[in-house]
C-alpha cells in the first residue's frame, strides 16, 4: 500500500504543497477559482519554520493507534484501512479540540469548510487526498512537490533506498553522495547565522 | 476465561472491546447501574444547552453488546466484591463469578454539604438521565444557580446560558476553573464570562437551600440570598468504590494500580475515574478523572487481562474548553508550589490578541502548560510533557507564537 513519505532534509521551504493541498479540497478544485470561494478552503498541511529557517512539511501521519481517535469525545474519527486514512467525519464532530489536545505533531486545524455543513467550525486534518486516490491520482501536495520532500510509494521502497544510500556512504570510495549541492550550501549558511546570532 | 467489569463507561466498553480483541473466546459481562448504550458523559452539556440532540450521546452502535458476544447486566449497581470466593454481588442480590474483574465505576458527583440540598430542582449534572430532568424544569425556570467553578459548574451554566436563563456561578475559589488554570488564566476567564451575561461571584459558598417541596432560594454563608428555580451543583467528584472491601484492596483516594492496572488483588484491576496511578507531572500517586485517561486506561487494562503486560506511563491531567470565543487548554501542572525549588516559570499575556501562554518546567523538563487562546497546537507540548524528556531547545523558542513541531527536530 503506498503512503506519503516525507523527506524534510529536502524541503525548500516553498509551500506549493500547501496550496495544492486548498486548492485540492476547494469545491471547484481549481486554484483560480478556489481563492474566491467561501469558505476559504484551507491546507491541511503546515510548512512550519525550522530551528534554522528550514522549512518542513508538516502533515497528519495518520498514526496507529491514533491518539486523536482515543481522544475523540463524539467518535468522530475512524480509519479507512485500504489506504490506512484516519478520517474525521464532519457530521459528528462537535468542535471541542480534544484532537489539538492530544495530536502530538499539532496538525489539526479548526476552521469551516465545505466538506462541512455549511457555518459550523470543525476539525480538519490531512486526508490523504482520499478523493483524488479513489480517482486514480495521488495526494496534491505530492504532485506538486518539486524537489521530493514528499512523495507516494510503499515504505518499503523508501527505506531500501535509504540504506542503499548509507550503504554507499560507507564505501571507502564513496564520494559525496550529495543530491543537491546548492540547496545544502543554503542550509549550512542559514544554520551557522542562527548558531551565529545566538552568541 | 470469565471477564466481569463493572462499568459500562467508556473505560469498561474500551476494555471489553480490547479483551475481545486479544480474547475472541472469554466470556465478558458488563455490570453498569445506567441503563443503555455506552455514551459520552462530557456531552451531556451540550445535550443541556441543546447543541447537540439526544441521538449525538451514544458511542456504540446499537448492537454493541451483541455483535462482541458481551453480557450486559444494566440498570444495576455493584453492592459487594467476595474476593476469596470471586464473586460480585449487585443490588439485586444476584452472584456473578469472575476469574478476572475490572473496576471501571467511575466516580460518583460530591454534594455540596449545604441544607435541604434534596430539594426538588437541584441537580447534579453526571448522567444524561439528570439532564433530561434538568430540561423538563427549564420551561419554568427564570434564575439558576450553579454551585462550583470546576469545569461542571461551568459547562451547566454555559449550556442554562445559552437557553436563555439567567445564570449566577457561585464559586468558592478567588476565580473560575481554579484546579486547572492559574490566577491570570482565571481572571481573563471570568471577565469573558461576565461580558456574556453570567454573574459570576467568588469567593462564597452556600449554607442552605429554601422552598416547600421545588427549591425557591438559596442563602449564601454571609446571609445574602438568591432567587432560584432551579440549582446545579458542580462541586467535584469522589470515586465510587464503596462496596470494595479495604482489607483485601488497596485503597487510596481512588483505587490504587500498578503500571498494568492491576489492584492490589492479582484478578482485580481498575481503570478509569476509579483508578489511581502516578501522574506524570506530579509524580506521585493521583486521579485524573478525565475522559482520555478512562480511554487509555481502559485499554491498557483489556490487553493486561488477556495476558499481553502492556505498562502504562502514568496519567497526565488535561482538559480544552471552548467558552464564547475563549478557548482555554491546560495539561500538568499548571500551578506550582512556590516551596518548589527546582521550578521554572515562562509566562506570557498578550491583552491586544486576548492570549496566555504559560510554560512550567521541572529543570529541563516541561511538566505543565496553561493556553488561553492559539491552542491548535498545543498537543505538541501534552507529548512533550508525557515523554518525560528533558527539552534539548531552547525553552524561549517554545514561548515564541511560530513553536511548531518542526523546531523539536533535531537532525
Redesign the interface.
Given at each position: 500500500m503506498r503512503e506519503v513519505i516525507v523527506h524534510?532534509?529536502r524541503c525548500v521551504g516553498c509551500m506549493q504543497c500547501m496550496i495544492a493541498c486548498a486548492a485540492a479540497h476547494s469545491k471547484t478544485g481549481e486554484l483560480f477559482t478556489a481563492i474566491a470561494e467561501t469558505p476559504l478552503p484551507k491546507p491541511r498541511v503546515?510548512v512550519?519554520?525550522?530551528?534554522f529557517e528550514?522549512?518542513?512539511p508538516?502533515r497528519c501521519r495518520h498514526c496507529h493507534p491514533a491518539?486523536c481517535m482515543?481522544?475523540c469525545?463524539?467518535?468522530a474519527i475512524c480509519r479507512d484501512q485500504k489506504t490506512n486514512t484516519v478520517l474525521i467525519d464532519p457530521d459528528?464532530c462537535?468542535?471541542?479540540?480534544?484532537?489539538?489536545?492530544?495530536?502530538?505533531?499539532?496538525?489539526?486545524?479548526?476552521h469551516e469548510d465545505n466538506s462541512a455543513p455549511a457555518g459550523k467550525v470543525v476539525a480538519i486534518k490531512c486526508d490523504n487526498c482520499i478523493h483524488r486516490q479513489r480517482q486514480g491520482k495521488i495526494p496534491a501536495c505530492v504532485e506538486v512537490c518539486k524537489v521530493g520532500a514528499l512523495t507516494f510509494e510503499e515504505m518499503s521502497t523508501a527505506m531500501k533506498r535509504k540504506t542503499d544510500e548509507i550503504s554507499r556512504s560507507m564505501s571507502a570510495e564513496a564520494g559525496a553522495a550529495e543530491k543537491s549541492p546548492g540547496f545544502a550550501l543554503l542550509k549550512t549558511i542559514k544554520k551557522a547565522r542562527t548558531e551565529l546570532s545566538?552568541r | 476465561m470469565h471477564y466481569v467489569i463493572i462499568g459500562n463507561g467508556v473505560a469498561g466498553t474500551v476494555a471489553a472491546e480490547t479483551l475481545r480483541r486479544f480474547d475472541p473466546d472469554g466470556s465478558i459481562t458488563m455490570i453498569g447501574d445506567e441503563a443503555g448504550l455506552p455514551y459520552?458523559r462530557?456531552?451531556i452539556s451540550?445535550y443541556l444547552e441543546g447543541?447537540?440532540s439526544q441521538n449525538?450521546l451514544p458511542?456504540?452502535l446499537d448492537d454493541f453488546y451483541n455483535a462482541l458476544g458481551i453480557t450486559p447486566v444494566l440498570g444495576n449497581r455493584v453492592v459487594q466484591v467476595d474476593t476469596d470466593n470471586k464473586q460480585v454481588r449487585t443490588a439485586d442480590d444476584k452472584p456473578l463469578s469472575y476469574d478476572k474483574l475490572l473496576i471501571a465505576t467511575g466516580s460518583d458527583p460530591r454534594p455540596a454539604k449545604a441544607d435541604n440540598e434534596s430539594l426538588q430542582n437541584i441537580f447534579f449534572m453526571r448522567t444524561q438521565s439528570q439532564v433530561e430532568q434538568m430540561l423538563t424544569v427549564l420551561p419554568n425556570a427564570k434564575h439558576a444557580l450553579v454551585l462550583g467553578g470546576g469545569l461542571v459548574g461551568f459547562k451547566a451554566a454555559y449550556g442554562l446560558l445559552r437557553r436563555g436563563i439567567k445564570v449566577s456561578m457561585l464559586i468558592r475559589s478567588p476565580y473560575p476553573l481554579s484546579m486547572q488554570v492559574d490566577e491570570t488564566a482565571g481572571q481573563m476567564i471570568r471577565h469573558v464570562l461576565e461580558n456574556q451575561g453570567l454573574n459570576v461571584q467568588v469567593g462564597v459558598q452556600v449554607s442552605s437551600f429554601e422552598g416547600d417541596s421545588q427549591v425557591r432560594e438559596a442563602v449564601l454563608t454571609d446571609g445574602s440570598r438568591l432567587v432560584c428555580e432551579l440549582a446545579v451543583i458542580g462541586k467535584g467528584v469522589f470515586p465510587a468504590h464503596d462496596f470494595l472491601p479495604k482489607d483485601k484492596i488497596a485503597v487510596d483516594a481512588g483505587i490504587r494500580v500498578n503500571g498494568h492496572m492491576q489492584t492490589s488483588d492479582p484478578d482485580i484491576y481498575a481503570a478509569g475515574d476509579v483508578a489511581e496511578y502516578i501522574d506524570i507531572a506530579r509524580q506521585k500517586p493521583w486521579v485524573n478523572a478525565i475522559?482520555?485517561e478512562a480511554?487509555?486506561q481502559g485499554?491498557i487494562a483489556g490487553m493486561n487481562m488477556a495476558g499481553r503486560p502492556y505498562a502504562y506511563a502514568g496519567s497526565l491531567s488535561?482538559?480544552?474548553i471552548?467558552i464564547f470565543d475563549t478557548?482555554v487548554?491546560t495539561?500538568g501542572l499548571v500551578s506550582p508550589s512556590p516551596d518548589d525549588t527546582d521550578i521554572q516559570v515562562m509566562s506570557h499575556i498578550d491583552p491586544k490578541r486576548a492570549t496566555y501562554r504559560k510554560l512550567v518546567f521541572r529543570e529541563d523538563r516541561l511538566i505543565g502548560f496553561a493556553l488561553v487562546n492559539r491552542?491548535?497546537?498545543?498537543?505538541?507540548l501534552?507529548?512533550l510533557i508525557r515523554s518525560q524528556q528533558p527539552v534539548a531547545?531552547?525553552k524561549d523558542?517554545l514561548m515564541a507564537p511560530?513553536f511548531?513541531?518542526?523546531?523539536l527536530?533535531l537532525?
Open positions: 524534510p532534509e503546515h512550519g519554520v525550522g530551528r528550514e522549512g518542513f508538516n491518539p482515543a481522544a469525545l463524539p467518535g459528528t462537535i468542535n471541542c479540540a480534544s484532537c489539538a489536545m492530544a495530536c502530538p505533531y499539532g496538525v489539526i486545524r479548526y545566538a | 459520552c462530557p456531552m451540550l447543541a447537540v449525538a458511542i456504540r475522559w482520555p480511554v487509555i485499554e488535561r482538559n480544552v471552548r478557548d487548554m495539561a491552542i491548535e497546537q498545543g498537543g505538541v501534552t507529548a531547545i531552547a523558542s511560530d511548531n513541531f518542526s523546531k527536530m537532525f
